[in-house]
């Protein structure tokens, strides 16, 4: 297995020299969020990171992961970091793609045309609070627009505000347990949505397991050594002046 992952690995870096971008996802819109822990999280509590009531500064990019032309289908992708979640420099990454949350379906991933009213899941399974669990997103419903292309409606809906995603975890069976609520606000400057590195080994309470994801962990370093070889910045956060506070937050309780 360790030699597959070293050719892989070896494959991600040379497109991503080749393409001067990631060597999946490589066409994508970032934005700042907010993630909110809710009550639903209790379920967890070995997992400080999933304690209800506390609320965490976010990167949100949403990217194709082919790079395909819109408007046809591609492996639409979500990717969430929470910086300084565990301290400064201590993030939590999350990265989901184009799914449906229901029993067994999480655990594929489909194309899709919308990052709008649907669900993502990272397919492959994470390790919280001592459970093997699957983690997935999914759009509130909304009255979004529909032009058929996915970044220009995603960009319209955030503009105009309410544009939040629930973060489930959940078994290969049985439904969903809403844990936090991801709101997205602001848009990110291109140059600093490209240059931001995303890895969800980079956490402490969200930790991937499974052989395949020991078969891809590879893959991201190699993919970011890439971008640096073919010239382009590679950051594992933005600076403070251009993403604003960074932190966590424990919302008040009532007595």
Known sequence: MDQLARRLAALFRLLARLRHARALH????????????????????????????????ALVRFSRGGGLPEPLPDALGVAVKL?????????????????????????????????LGRSFSSAL???VA?????????????????TGRALADLQAAAAAG????ELRLAGSLGRSRTVGRLTVGAPLEQGDTEALAFNPWAGGDLVPEGWLNRLRRPS?????QGRRE??????RTLPRAAMGSSRSTRSPRTP
């Open 26 to 57: 490589p066409v994508g819109v970032g934005y700042r969020g907010r993630l909110e822990i809710t009550a639903g999280a209790r379920r967890f509590a070995g997992a400080r990171l999933l304690s209800p009531g506390v609320g965490y500064d």
């Open 83 to 115: 910086p300084d979640a565990y301290g400064p420099g201590r993030a939590q990454d999350l990265l989901v793609t184009s799914s449906a949350d229901l029993p067994v379906v999480r655990r594929l991933l489909f194309p899709g045309r919308r990052f």
């Open 125 to 127: 399974p994470y390790r």
């Open 130 to 146: 001592g459970r093997r669990v699957v983690a997935v997103l999914a759009s509130r419903r909304g009255r979004w627009p529909r």
């Open 162 to 165: 309410g544009l939040v995603y």
């Open 220 to 224: 991201y370093a190699a993919s970011q």
């Open 230 to 235: 073919a010239g382009r910045p590679v950051q």
